[in-house]
């Protein structure tokens, strides 16, 4: 496939404003302020179904459509949620340390689409180059007049501000990142009431990943059509960036039609070409950390899109893959994990705030052998009672999800490390004796 | 279609209440509660930790987990809006499964040493563990501990212990949205999170200790009470608070005729579920007594006399200024800390005697405050019953004089009848005592000694509030009972009894009488005592600390 997304990506000073209007950029922002109402550029992103590209999938323009008709006087945000903050995941970094213009066109497009005046970038605090290069780029667009007053001659106005995280995972879930941005402590909302109707100081607000925004500027340039007939079926559909990350030949992110089989992107030529000396896949996260593993068998006809994964029993999520080969200890894997997700919960809601330190103990206890069988029952027994619904936002069904899909899929493993004290495979094998 | 005109059905008036399916039984609720308080009013206990009727709903305990029909996954129900038709189950397997999910959860780090945890006996995470939780933990890993953020005061009254909390956020909360002072907050993340002050400031708002009242476990108590007695052993006492005119609802707490603390009793129309620390911790002062006997002073001996001896030294000599000098030479003074029962008596026994020279007089103090549920109540003197003492008629009457003339020497009384000796702070400033002292005789009823019973002919010994009963009046005019939650020690009398016993003496009233009675005596002669509204007497209801169900005020 054409590259769309990342087309700029590699080009001598692809991140400066002229030569991206020298590609032709901003011609979608200047067409939809000539031509277009509002309402028809959303109907536009509706119609092309941009699933939202930060993990959970669901159509933007569809979201767009839940901003409340009047909104009494209140102004509407849009926030580009720019934390990726899901560990395997760099594809934003890519855009926006490459492109920045593509997706402030994006912001814009979307902002005379929502009625927005004021939109935010929210960028993870440890993005230092991109939040440097975005506000650059932002700075150029005012010199242009592509943001602020009376955009090329419109009605359109629109400021763009750079917000940097402080580095927190939970402020990429879009409540959190409302109070972050807020200047409050990041944690998520109850909901409902929901974003669109009162978020980001108490307004309607619009939370959309940077890919996705990046996605919009491409439907307004090429149209609808040419998005739907990217892919697998309509549903899944448009270009996507894929993060592909473990023990790989060529990990990177790789731009394909939404669809792209997970076995072409480990094992293809233009992408990740194969394991690292040969050797097997043993499971893939196919999504991001919060997204259940899957088994070498389960890899072979998935499609990468959000209901071809979901058919087996994962997520597309952020399309962050890591590949995990046969030398790989499991057990070490979910523990690893586990840590991350327990050093990264808000700490609001008791089950999240208690069950994932206790799931890292359990899993460290294992791991150095210290495990006993009744263990492994018991990880998958406090999993089951943190999730759906037990918490206010999905954290926690994040969390269990490399614990339990790896106790169900590889409990042999487990079940070895509890006899023999050690890992059943990789270089720990025989490091670790009884 | 007949062409008849038809008048338009009469609006129904809006409906204010849902009707609410609770485990298939609907009941009638009105709109503005929460859904807990709804089950609750249908008789079901939704149990919980973080909801709180006054504070913004976080629901982050996961407790008040229930199912909702409709909705395939649990829900909080403290975050769940209340609508008509709504269908809620209590008791499924699901449901009960939760509850002890989340139990286990906030137990796995808590330390389970309840034996020497102050909070035990009036615990929720203790009482939800023993209704919801399981009696096994599979947890065998070791406990969080918070080294530097244990058995540490926080403020000038609260003790925080980090290990033992659960991370409700209700003082952070109380501190924010109530006080408006802000000093508590969340440090650090996941299951490292800690309550603490910001940037160790101290937790020093006027109602600091309210933070440890709606603590539900033993992370937040108070440096006063701490350690000092069982909660199962005391006794709950309804009372007013004795530090100002606002007339905070409290409960006198007190075991073998000692006061421990004052908790805050729930009125919405004055202190809500809040006490102002100034209040609460006069509780323990209610204790002290260094007047335990009647004495009259012969000379310059002081004698222990028996109470009826001393009262009818003070009737003889009463009763000689009047045949002597007439009324003038008398002079009686009530107080803004006696009840509206003793204030009355005093006023009538002056009245008996044909006496206009009467006051009560009340330190100021700096402005209290307290939250109700609609506004901050404000007063400003150092009693609570100024406002009674005065509609009580303890005012100069036509051609008598009041105290400033008696301490200006404006006015020379023989006789001084002071019906608490503790009822300002120029008792205990020699230089006007000694202004007092001009008269022949004072007549005093105390409980603690200072300048003025030093110097009095007679003094009686005198009950303290918890030994008392009788009636209040509010700066809002509210007028409030406090109930008497034990004895008094004999030859302690309450100062209402003394004053019976002088007016018969005198020759009024009738020595049968009881506060209740005297209050209905008010009731004929006090304008607008009349028709006291219906609960305002009974005031608030009793609350558990850290246990704040609903309790009949939405």
Same mark, same amino acid.
């Given at each position: ?434 | ?168 956020? !209700?003082? $952070? ?6 006080? /408006?002072? #802000?000093? +508590?907050? @969340? &440090? ?127 009737? !003889?000599? $009463? ?6 000098? /007439?009324? #003038?030479? +008398?002079? @009686? &003074? ?221």
């Amino acid at each position: 496939m054409e590259k769309v997304l990342t087309r700029r990506v590699g080009q001598p000073n692809s991140r400066s404003i002229e030569t991206y209007v020298a590609d032709g950029g901003y011609a979608g922002l200047r067409k939809v302020l000539a031509s277009m109402t509002p309402d028809q550029v959303t109907e536009e992103v509706k119609k092309a179904n941009v699933r939202g590209r930060g993990g959970a999938g669901f159509s933007a323009g569809v979201k767009w459509g839940f901003l409340p008709k009047d909104t009494k006087g209140k102004p509407i945000y849009l926030l580009c949620n720019a934390d990726e903050s899901e560990p395997g995941t760099f594809k934003d970094r890519l855009l926006m340390e490459n492109d920045p213009h593509q997706l402030l066109e994006g912001m814009a497009i979307a902002s005379y689409a929502i009625r927005c005046r004021t939109a935010y970038i929210y960028i993870r605090g440890e993005f230092y180059d991109g939040a440097r290069i975005l506000e650059k780029a932002v700075a150029e667009a005012y010199a242009k007049g592509f943001l602020g007053e009376k955009i090329l001659g419109s009605d359109f106005s629109l400021d763009i501000t750079v917000h940097r995280g402080a580095g927190a995972y939970i402020c990429g879930e879009e409540t959190g990142l409302i109070e972050s941005i807020e200047g409050k402590r990041g944690q998520p909302r109850i909901k409902p009431p929901f974003p669109a109707v009162s978020g980001a100081f108490a307004c309607p607000t619009i939370v959309n990943n940077v890919e996705t925004l990046c996605c919009v500027k491409q439907v307004i340039d090429r149209g609808a059509d040419w998005f739907m007939k990217l892919g697998r079926n309509e549903k899944n559909a448009g270009p996507k960036l894929y993060c592909i990350s473990g023990q790989v030949q060529r990990p990177g992110v790789y731009e394909a039609a939404m669809g792209l089989p997970l076995k072409d992107l480990i094992f293809g030529a233009d992408y990740a070409q194969g394991m690292k000396g040969g050797r097997k896949v043993k499971a893939v996260i196919p999504g991001g950390a919060s997204a259940p593993m899957l088994t070498a068998a389960e890899i072979e006809d998935c499609p990468l899109d959000f209901d071809g994964v979901a058919a087996k029993g994962s997520m597309l999520g952020s399309a962050a893959i890591i590949v995990i080969d046969e030398d790989t200890c499991i057990v070490n894997v979910a523990q690893n994990l586990s840590k991350f997700f327990s050093h990264e919960s808000c700490g609001q809601c008791t089950p999240c705030r208690e069950g994932t330190p206790w799931l890292y103990k359990v899993l460290t206890r294992i791991e150095q052998g210290e495990g006993r069988m009744e263990d492994i029952d018991l990880l998958a027994r406090i999993c089951n009672q943190m999730a759906n619904g037990m918490t206010i936002c999905v954290f926690a069904d994040a969390a269990i999800a490399p614990p339990l899909s790896s106790v169900t899929k590889f409990r042999q493993e487990y079940e070895y490390h509890v006899t023999h004290k050690r890992c059943m495979v990789g270089a720990r094998a025989q490091l670790v004796t009884a | 279609m007949s062409s008849t005109p038809t008048a338009p059905p009469p609006p129904s008036p809006p409906k204010d209440t849902f009707t609410v399916v609770f485990d298939g039984k609907p009941v009638e609720v009105p709109k503005t509660l929460n859904l807990i308080d709804a089950a609750k009013l249908a008789g079901i206990d939704i149990p919980h930790f973080c909801y709180h009727p006054r504070l913004s709903v976080v629901g982050q305990c996961r407790m008040c987990l229930v199912e909702i029909e409709g909705m395939p996954k649990i829900q909080a129900a403290c975050t769940t809006p209340l609508k008509d038709g709504l269908s809620v189950k209590t008791t499924t397997d699901k449901v009960k499964n939760s509850r002890a999910a989340t139990m286990e959860f906030l137990l796995i780090n808590h330390p389970l040493d309840c034996p020497i945890c102050d909070q035990a006996g009036e615990c929720t995470l203790q009482d939800n563990s023993f209704g919801y939780g399981n009696q096994l933990s599979r947890f065998d890993e070791s406990k969080r501990q918070y080294p530097t953020f244990d058995r540490a005061m926080i403020g000038p009254h609260v003790v925080a212990d980090m290990t033992r909390c659960i991370q409700c956020t !209700r003082c $952070i909360r109380f501190a924010k949205e109530v006080s /408006g002072t #802000s000093e +508590l907050t @969340f &440090l650090d993340r996941g299951g490292r999170t800690l309550v603490w002050t910001h940037d160790g400031q101290p937790l020093a708002n006027d109602w600091s200790a309210c933070a440890a009242d709606v603590c539900p476990v033993g992370a937040l108590t108070t440096q006063e009470f701490r350690f000092r007695s069982r909660v199962w052993y005391l006794n709950k006492t309804k009372s007013v608070c004795p530090g100002c005119n606002v007339g905070c609802n409290v409960s006198i707490e007190s075991k073998d005729d000692v006061v421990y603390r004052f908790l805050p009793r729930l009125n919405p129309e004055v202190n809500d579920y809040w006490l102002c620390d100034h209040g609460r911790f006069l509780s323990e002062s209610l204790n002290a007594r260094d007047v335990h006997k009647a004495t009259l002073r012969e000379g310059s001996e002081v004698k222990d006399v028996i109470v009826p001896l001393a009262v009818e030294k003070i009737s !003889r000599e $009463i009763k000689a200024t009047a045949g002597k000098t /007439g009324p #003038s030479g +008398l002079f @009686f &003074l009530g107080s803004a800390h006696l009840s509206n029962e003793e204030n009355f008596l005093l006023r009538k026994i002056a009245d008996h005697l044909g006496c206009a020279n009467r006051d009560a007089v009340v330190d100021t103090s700096r402005p209290r405050k307290i939250k109700s549920r609609t506004e901050w109540v404000e007063g400003d003197g150092a009693a609570p019953n100024f406002r009674g003492a005065r509609d009580m008629g303890l005012t100069p009457g036509k051609g008598g004089y009041g105290l400033e003339a008696v301490l200006s020497g404006k006015a020379s009384p023989e006789v001084i009848v002071v019906s608490d000796a503790a009822f300002a702070a120029l008792a205990d400033d020699p230089q006007k005592v000694a202004a007092l002292r001009r008269a022949r005789f004072i007549a005093v009823a105390a409980r603690t000694s200072n300048a003025l019973t030093r110097a009095a002919d007679a003094v009686l010994p005198a009950a303290a509030l918890s030994e008392n009963e009788g009636t209040f009046t509010n700066v809002q005019g509210r007028v409030q009972r406090f109930e008497r939650a034990f004895l008094p020690k004999p030859p302690v009398r309450a100062h209402w009894e003394l004053l019976l016993l002088l007016a018969t003496a005198l020759g009024w009233g009738d020595r049968n009488w009881t506060p209740s009675d005297i209050l209905g005596e008010i009731a004929k002669e006090v304008e607008g005592y009349g028709h006291i509204r219906a609960g305002e007497l009974e005031g608030g209801s009793l609350l558990k600390k850290g246990d704040f169900a609903w309790a009949g005020h939405p």
